[in-house]
């Protein structure tokens, strides 16, 4: 008798030789980390190894005669597995598979499963050999590993993207504040009556909402800077639940239960408020003939196990649930990657998500997306809280300043404007000219320190950050130190500033308007007047 593979020899031997057979049954029967056994042409077990009842759970007495089919769960037994396993093992001589097997209790393991074909020495078929692992901690450590990779690779994908989608949404501000800064002065120069009056301010409404498509990305990016505070939620969603009435339509009920117990949030209010909103219009979109809109929140306290993976603490959990058509798993993975959109042209930015997704990182929070094609959506964001009595009394070591008089800058100042961009210094310059003050434009840090150097009469700096060689809020560090009255306005289109670089300088978000302008001028010139 002969078999076609090496690792059927340790079941049969040649019969010429008794030692060398009770040396092959003695070895295969001592084996206990495979299941090593023989089967008969009609798939019946003929002989049983220890491995064989480590890892089944059968003993040779209880098992010595069964069908082989045994060990297949019920659905491949169903589909004919085992027979067309054996089947193959028969044309071709041998068949390595893997599945799921089950054992003497009922339990299932994830199995490599070897069949060879035994013929004797007359080259007649007379049954099989077959060899079993249980390779289950294997498969689980290749799918944890899989899992492992999955992440790292979507972390580098959203990164990517946010560095991207920051620096266009950086020189697209950049853009718009050109736009913004000649409508204002062609409004100025219009004739109140003049037609073109319209015009200009429908232009100047597009500018705004590109101002706001901007805050979504910069959202997503996680390149905004946040108002973070306490937000009692209960409250902010009391508030807009008539404006979301209107929004939505008489076709949307709306829905809102909270606790009375319910902890405040720390994040921005004005960004959680728009959060909600797309959540909301993206539930209508999904509930074309109407339905029910749930928002409910509820306080969780989250361990080092659970499955959003925050640090362990007390959290807020705001859900916006509807009864629309749901997500499948491809769509879910991807709702949340800026510009992509279920919606049709025109319909949707892409951004709604990205936005939600962005403000909850950055609020030290998770968004978690539950969704079933058919079942409807449930969108869920966990925020840090704060407990009712931290923040009542967040702001008690707020220092008071005495009241000042109204601030009323001078007719005209000296002001030194610094942006890298021809385009935008160019705009600002002639904003500032008209408003009545003397301009010096330059293109770098190295170039206002120049003029600061010589210029003892400049009342004012106004830069940009995201500038080549020494940024903005370096520029505010350096004059902070060497010039520490002089009033500073500190303008971006996006950039994470940090605070000991910027600290003495008025913030100025790009795109803006004449009167934001000149609203953070007056500030700039107040502020140092009350740390003088």
Same mark, same amino acid.
């Given at each position: ?22 040396? @092959? ?8 980390? $495979? ?8 798939? &019946?077990?003929?002989?049983? /190894? ?5 890892? !089944? ?8 005669? !069964?069908?082989?089919?045994?060990? @297949? ?11 067309? /396993?054996?089947?193959?093992? #028969? ?5 390595? +598979? ?9 339990? &299932? ?7 060879? *074909? ?26 944890? #590993? ?5 992440? #790292? ?27 913004? +800064? ?15 009056? !319209? ?22 990016? &996680? ?6 505070? %306490? ?19 008489? *076709? ?11 902890? +405040? ?32 929140? *509820? =306080? ?14 007390? $959290? ?49 929070? *998770?968004?978690?997306?539950? +969704? ?11 925020? %840090? ?19 000042? !008089? ?7 100042? @000296? ?10 210094? =160019? ?28 210029? %003892? ?36 289109? @996006? ?32 502020? &140092?007047?009350?740390?003088?």
């Amino acid at each position: 008798m002969r078999m076609e593979n090496l690792s059927a020899k340790f079941v049969v031997a040649s019969p010429s030789s008794l030692t060398a057979e009770n040396q @092959y049954r003695l070895l295969v029967e001592s084996i206990t980390d $495979y299941a090593i056994f023989m089967l008969d042409p009609e798939g &019946r077990v003929v002989s049983w /190894n220890l491995g064989a009842e480590r890892i !089944k759970g059968y003993t040779a007495e209880e098992i010595i005669g !069964k069908h082989f089919s045994l060990f @297949y769960t019920q659905a491949d037994r169903d589909a004919g597995m085992p027979q067309k /396993n054996l089947m193959r093992a #028969l044309s071709e001589g041998r068949v390595e +598979s893997e599945g799921w097997r089950v054992r003497k209790d009922g339990s &299932r393991f994830w199995a490599n499963v070897v069949v060879d *074909r035994i013929l004797d020495d007359y080259g007649q078929w007379v049954g099989f050999a077959k060899i079993t692992r249980d390779v289950t901690d294997q498969r689980d450590a290749a799918e944890e #590993l899989d899992r492992a990779r999955e992440a #790292l690779f979507q972390s580098q994908k959203t990164e990517a993207i946010g560095k991207l989608t920051g620096g266009v949404a950086h020189d697209f501000n950049n853009l718009l504040m050109v736009i913004q +800064s000649c409508l204002d002065m062609v409004e100025l120069k219009l004739p109140h009556e003049s037609p073109l009056r !319209k015009l200009v301010q429908n232009a100047q409404s597009a500018v705004q909402r590109g101002a706001a498509l901007t805050q979504r990305m910069l959202a997503f990016a &996680r390149k905004q800077k946040l108002r973070v505070a %306490p937000v009692d939620i209960a409250s902010l969603v009391a508030n807009m639940t008539e404006l979301l009435r209107r929004s939505l339509g008489p *076709r949307v009920n709306i829905t809102t239960m909270f606790p009375p117990s319910l902890h +405040s949030v720390k994040t921005d209010a004005n960004q959680l408020e728009l959060a909600l909103m797309n959540l909301a219009v993206n539930a209508r979109d999904a509930m074309p003939e109407g339905g029910e809109l749930t928002i409910t929140a *509820r =306080n969780v306290i989250i361990d080092a196990t659970h499955s959003t993976q925050l640090a362990p603490g007390e $959290y807020v959990c705001l859900s916006v649930t509807d009864e629309g058509e749901g997500m499948d798993e491809e769509t879910q993975v991807k709702a949340t990657e800026p510009f992509f959109t279920t919606k049709g042209v025109g319909k949707g930015t892409g951004l709604g998500l990205s936005m939600v997704h962005g403000l909850t990182e950055q609020s030290g929070g *998770r968004l978690v997306i539950k +969704s079933s094609k058919g079942f409807g959506t449930r969108v869920e964001m966990w925020l %840090p809280s704060v407990r009712p009595q931290l923040a009542d009394h967040a702001n008690d070591t707020a220092p008071v300043l005495t009241s000042l !008089k109204p601030f009323v800058a001078p007719h005209s100042l @000296y002001i030194v404007m610094v942006d890298d961009d021809p385009l935008v210094r =160019n705009a600002t310059g002639a904003v500032l000219q008209d408003l009545g003050h003397r301009v010096t434009e330059v293109a770098s840090a190295e170039e206002a320190l120049q003029v600061l150097e010589t210029c %003892p009469d400049v009342d004012m700096l106004i830069t940009d950050h995201a500038m080549p060689g020494m940024t903005g809020a370096q520029l505010v560090g350096e004059v902070n130190i060497r010039w520490p009255a002089l009033p500073v306005v500190l303008a971006t289109g @996006y950039a994470e500033i940090p605070g000991d670089l910027s600290d003495g300088a008025t913030r100025l978000s790009k795109p803006y308007d004449r009167l934001g302008l000149v609203e953070a001028i007056a500030k700039a010139v107040e502020d &140092r007047q009350v740390h003088a």
